[in-house]
């Protein structure tokens, strides 16, 4: 008896070592449901100080769960890095979104860094990140790109513009250019 506890015990604070999306209380995973009438309302503009505090949460997480960090949590911590020190250095104004699909709870996705560019009408995408909690069953992250897409729709002659992001985060460029496109080409 004491040696399965044993091997129960190794097994499940030793070998598990990274952050594992949560669950619903009846053991179903978590599903995000798109906003189809008007997929905008799952943007929210937030503030620098907010987004410092949601990376904050994200960043314990891995670090008090973890006893070894997995790649999928280096990429996430990384990204934190890179983020903090954005916020830190910036001297333009730049906009911050959480993203929040509806769901049982009210949870940040993904957090999205944008600056405008008036010279260029552009809306620059800076950096994404995605919950160390997400993960892709639970909903697509092209959603996301959708919802960025109709933020800037309304606007008279600006465009999104993802190559910053393309060219640092080759994640989103895989998972988002069409590939029949031209346009990135």
């Known amino acids: 008896m004491r040696l399965i506890f044993l091997q129960l015990y190794i ?9 594992k999306p949560m669950g619903l209380p009846n053991g179903n995973n978590r599903k995000y449901y798109v906003n189809k009438k008007n997929r905008v309302d799952d943007l929210k503009l937030i503030t620098p100080s907010k987004i410092t505090f949601i990376i904050k949460h994200w ?7 973890s006893k070894e960090i997995r790649i999928e949590d280096k990429y996430i ?3 934190i890095d890179l983020i903090k020190d954005y916020i830190k250095n910036t001297t333009r104004k730049d906009m911050y979104f959480a993203w929040m699909p509806k769901s049982v709870y009210k949870d940040v996705v993904f957090i999205v860094i944008c600056d405008i560019n008036m010279e ?13 909690f997400w993960e892709d069953k639970q909903i697509k992250s092209i959603h996301l790109k959708y919802a960025l ?5 309304d606007i008279e002659d600006f ?5 910053y992001l ?3 985060d080759k994640r989103y460029k895989l998972d988002w250019l069409d590939i029949t496109s031209q346009k990135y080409d």
């Open 11 to 19: 097994f499940y604070f030793i070998l598990v070592k990274s952050l």
């Open 59 to 65: 960043e314990n997480n891995i670090l008090q769960t």
């Open 77 to 79: 911590l990384d990204k």
């Open 120 to 132: 260029n009408n552009s809306f620059n995408v800076k950096y994404i990140l995605h919950s160390p």
């Open 149 to 153: 897409e109709d933020l800037i729709e």
């Open 159 to 163: 465009e999104l513009n993802l190559t």
């Open 166 to 168: 393309y060219d640092n």
